[in-house]
């Protein structure tokens, strides 16, 4: 601080000591005044330099701060190289995770195995994920735009490390290579539920299947409301204008707008003619369970149908049609429907009738056959135990066998079929089965639980906002 004034005392002087020493020297008249003023210049100007020195070394850092200096400019550019050469080294990763990665949809009348041979998968590659995957995944739905894709092995592109199918965004279902040996494993991402009512009166000339298509509903909701209700009202007959209707969807979403699957909690119809009916989805624990269907609240089931489902828990791993054989690997046609179960799980006859085949042969190994009063045959194959013999008269529901995988078979599963009087094949799926007509035990008492949750729902959805929750993924 003492040196600075110090320089901004002499300054001035300084300047007018060299101005008057310029004039001088140009006059020629430099006397002994003005070697005084000579010397005082000199001094100034060696005290200034002498100040500039000391400020620069001041300034400078000391060999330690400069070593510190060199070490932390160093590592900054140890880590930018770092992170440039990781990024390098994905964008290398993910170029070459590309090139063996192979993508495709389900086209139009499509099934899993022409879509995999369109990704260049060899038949008996392409059986191989088929017949697994269908363990696990039931495939006979599958629609148009749903997502499957393959990551090959770099050191052997005919060898696939990983086959996923994504139904919708939501959901994908994986095969992961381990030895040689695919393990299934199912990936399932955060999803949002909402809950909804929908309600309305019936207009003149209106029909409750156009009111509600209207109002926005899926189609395939307003097949189950419609159903449903049939069971109760003709409503050719008793349908009026005013009759009011009421149903509650709860409905899945993927990123807060993507609709991805919805299920009708409850229906009711009110008409002058028609009356009073209301109905109640039970949920039987399983989403594989034939239980698991809508019910009055005593429990009767309100499907229109005489015949129960031949098992308890419905898994189809192959559907009734063209397909290619999991043994032979040909094309073929298959007259019936697969039902994946563990050996032994009992088998049901799915309508009374009389015992006309039970045998075995090396096609259908152990199997049984029963007429029915409508003289439509019902067939049950691949049995591990043959529990009715020929000639007997069995009753709906009543254990006519046990699962197993006799015969030409890749696995413990029940092939189901149904003839028509003239020897047809049919679909079995076109035939509306059910597990019983009446809930009875425990399965009422959930029901009855299940009831008066849907009756809060109901009422929460009247009186404030639609109830939304979270579904966590998981993978």
Same mark, same amino acid.
């Given at each position: ?7 901004? *005392? ?49 300034? %400078? ?45 389900? %086209? ?91 309600? $309305? ?160 042969? *090396? ?14 045959? *019902? ?37 189901? $079929? ?53 579904? $966590?993924?998981?993978?």
């Amino acid at each position: 601080m003492y040196a600075l004034v110090e320089v901004s *005392s002499f300054v001035p002087n300084f300047q007018q000591d060299c101005f008057q020493l310029m004039i001088e020297t140009k006059s020629g008249r430099v006397g002994r005044r003005g070697g005084k003023r000579r010397l005082r210049v000199l001094y100034s100007i060696a005290f200034v330099v002498a100040l500039i020195f000391l400020f620069v070394r001041a300034m %400078r850092p000391s060999p330690r701060m400069r070593a510190k200096r060199e070490l932390e400019g160093a590592r900054f550019l140890l880590d930018s190289l770092s992170k440039r050469i990781e990024r390098e080294e994905g964008r290398i990763s993910t170029l070459k995770r590309l090139k063996y990665l192979r993508e495709g949809m389900i %086209r139009p009348g499509q099934g899993m195995f022409q879509a995999l041979n369109d990704l260049g998968v060899p038949n008996p590659v392409c059986l191989e994920l088929v017949n697994t995957l269908s363990d696990s995944v039931e495939l006979i739905n599958m629609i148009a735009g749903e997502r499957i894709s393959l990551e090959l092995d770099p050191e052997d592109t005919t060898r696939i490390l990983t086959f996923s199918y994504s139904p919708h965004p939501a959901v994908v279902h994986r095969l992961v290579n381990n030895d040689d040996a695919y393990v299934y494993k199912r990936i399932d991402h955060p999803t949002m539920v909402r809950h909804r009512i929908i309600e $309305g009166t019936l207009e003149q000339g209106a029909s409750l299947d156009q009111t509600l298509r209207n109002k926005c509903v899926p189609s395939s909701m307003v097949g189950v409301v419609t159903g449903v209700l049939l069971c109760k009202i003709s409503f050719r007959t008793h349908a009026r204008e005013g009759d009011r209707f009421r149903a509650i969807l709860r409905e899945r979403y993927y990123q807060d707008s993507i609709r991805i699957e919805g299920q009708v909690l409850y229906t009711c119809y009110e008409g002058t003619k028609a009356g009073f009916h209301e109905a109640f989805r039970y949920d039987d624990g399983d989403p594989k369970s034939s239980y698991t269907a809508h019910y009055t609240e005593e429990g009767e089931a309100l499907i229109h149908s005489g015949l129960r489902y031949p098992l308890d828990r419905l898994h189809i791993s192959s559907g009734y049609g063209m397909r290619i054989h999991p043994l032979t690997g040909r094309r073929v046609m298959h007259r019936g429907v697969d039902y994946r179960a563990p050996t032994g799980t009992p088998v049901y006859a799915v309508a009374a009738g009389t015992v006309v085949k039970s045998g075995y042969n *090396s096609n259908n190994g152990h199997y049984i056959a029963i007429r029915h009063a409508d003289k439509y045959t *019902s067939y049950y194959l691949h049995l591990h135990r043959r529990l009715a013999a020929k000639g007997r008269m069995v009753r709906a529901r009543q254990i006519i066998g046990k699962v197993g995988s006799t015969g030409m078979s890749t696995g413990p599963h029940l092939h189901f $079929g149904f003839r028509k009087p003239n020897g047809a094949w049919m679909d079995p799926l076109r035939k509306r089965m059910i597990a019983t007509p009446k809930l009875e035990g425990d399965r009422l008492t959930r029901l009855r639980r299940q009831v008066s949750e849907i009756r809060r729902t109901l009422d929460s959805l009247t009186t404030q906002t639609p109830a939304v929750t979270m579904r $966590g993924g998981t993978e």
